[in-house]
């Protein structure tokens, strides 16, 4: 008599290695994600010329969508605990369509980001060990950049266990060189031994309508944007002890401590270096570090140097984790080709994704490196759109997946349904500001005009085409993912007591 396949179980090497890592290590990988430290680095100065000495307000407003979103991230994982996590839950609670276009955003931002983030860790490490010339020379660069996108792909595919272990390491070496930065900062604002025009803190630089007008909803476009990458633990849920609640609590507090770290490093800069001079630098972008740290801690400057490299090394490998995993969820429910959901069967990791992932990230950095280096921070710009539409999306989906448990208790209410509505309807304003935004030629990095639009808004709206194109294709082409889902969840199969 035949064997019942059904009770024979996955075959060795089908699933994620369960229990991998714990919630402090997916709390670590949702914080070095967002790459805290090269992100304020990026951000600070523009900020500061967009709304001078209330940059500390904007961080804190800015935290609201994340937090609100990530409410969502964390109710929705507890029950669908799936690394794909928009893609499947957006799938659930709206169908297979903006379920794919969910999974594709979340994809094509890990192939957008990842070259920018191991060129900016080559180039701040080469500065810290006193090798400007290297870091000055395209080809240098260009070839250890690749090799550290290799290497980091590398240690993703060996295992969830040495990746968190590796992040462990990046986050303390980060924490500590942005906190001595700060510490001594502030100190020498305090004992008046600044270089620069220094200003005394205050409490009302919180206040982010300080500077009101325009500026604040350019300020708040960036300031949003320097939180994403938190969810990157949530991603890892099936690898994660207790997946129904600790990647979602992990995503949360990630969230909250980075409030903390980006309020704190924003005071220092903003106090030791005025306002006029980080305005008058903000074109400089993340290398108003490397300008901060000569001028703060002298020849201790490689601290804040390495603080940014250690940053963007940490990103590179934490942004490739939820764009493998989105391709591996996609690929076993249908809506890629199925190589793309292979799992190795010893390291139990999505091997074929990610290094899709990485070798299209790395043909993505180089042909816009030789376009031009502008295009290539173009590229990033474009970012905030597909950022934007997946956590919109991954709010909205939150409330229909529950809407008919959002009357049950007031903590269903504000938690489940309006907090992630108002989180989603803040980020699709944030959107279509955006989009106004960059169709502006002026406001791009480059300052040239593709199609009469900036290059980032094309940049977007291809890869919005590109993915529209490629969802089309295959639905003729392989039919089944439409099929298994043709229509929303009901949430009322949901267990109330999950809520």
Not at 229 to 245: F, M, P, Q, R, Y
Not at 338 to 345: E, L, T
Request: aromatic share 12%.
């Amino acid at each position: 008599m035949a064997k019942d396949i059904t009770d024979s179980g996955p075959p060795p090497g089908a699933s994620l290695k369960p229990d991998a890592i714990g919630f402090v290590d997916a709390l670590v990988i949702g914080l070095n994600a967002t790459s805290p430290a090269y992100s304020v680095a990026a951000v600070i100065g523009p900020v500061v010329a967009l709304v001078g000495i209330y940059a500390p307000g904007v961080m804190l407003a800015s935290f609201v969508p994340m937090l609100l979103i990530a409410s969502a991230f964390y109710y929705l994982n507890k029950v669908d605990q799936d690394c794909g996590t928009t893609f499947s839950w957006v799938t659930r609670a709206m169908g297979p369509w903006a379920g794919w276009l969910g999974g594709w955003a979340i994809t094509m931002t890990g192939v957008l980001v990842v070259g920018s983030l191991a060129d900016v860790a080559v180039t701040f490490f080469l500065l810290a060990v006193g090798l400007d010339s290297w870091a000055d020379d395209d080809v240098v660069r260009q070839v250890l950049t690749v090799l550290l996108i290799l290497v980091m792909t590398a240690v993703c595919v060996i295992g969830t266990e040495i990746s968190a272990k590796v992040q462990n390491v990046l986050i303390l070496a980060q924490v500590a060189c942005l906190l001595a930065f700060a510490v001594v900062a502030l100190y020498r604002v305090y004992a008046d031994t600044g270089t620069l025009d220094a200003i005394d803190p205050e409490f009302g630089w919180l206040d982010p309508f300080g500077a009101g007008g325009a500026s604040l909803t350019a300020a708040l476009l960036l300031g949003v944007f320097i939180y994403w990458g938190w969810e990157s633990a949530v991603n890892l849920t099936e690898e994660v002890e207790d997946s129904a609640t600790a990647p979602g609590k992990a995503a949360v507090w990630s969230t909250v401590l980075l409030l903390v770290t980006y309020i704190a490093v924003a005071y220092a800069v903003v106090a030791y270096a005025g306002t006029d001079y980080l305005a008058e630098n903000a074109a400089e972008e993340e290398f108003i570090f490397a300008l901060l740290a000569e001028e703060a801690m002298g020849g201790w400057d490689w601290v804040v140097l390495l603080a940014v490299s250690t940053s963007a090394l940490a990103s590179t490998q934490t942004t490739i984790i939820p764009a493998s995993r989105t391709g591996l969820s996609m690929a076993r429910r249908h809506a890629l080709p199925a190589h793309f959901g292979r799992i190795h069967p010893r390291f139990r990791t999505p091997d074929v994704s990610t290094w899709w992932v990485a070798g299209i990230a790395i043909a993505w950095y180089l042909v816009l490196f030789h376009v031009s280096e502008n295009a290539l921070f173009d590229s990033l710009t474009a970012l905030s759109l597909l950022i934007a539409f997946y956590y919109a999306l991954t709010g909205l989906a939150c409330a229909v997946y529950y809407r008919r448990q959002l009357t049950r208790s007031a903590r269903n209410f504000f938690l489940i349904g309006l907090g992630p509505l108002i989180g989603a309807g803040l980020l699709a304003w944030l959107l279509v500001e955006s989009v106004t935004d960059m169709a502006d030629p002026d406001n791009s990095y480059s300052g040239v005009s593709w199609f009469g639009l900036g290059p980032p808004l094309v940049i977007g709206i291809g890869i919005a085409i590109a993915g529209v194109v490629l969802m089309v294709v295959w639905r003729l082409m392989a039919p089944a993912f439409w099929s298994e889902h043709p229509s929303v969840v009901d949430p009322a199969l949901v267990d109330g007591k999950e809520s």
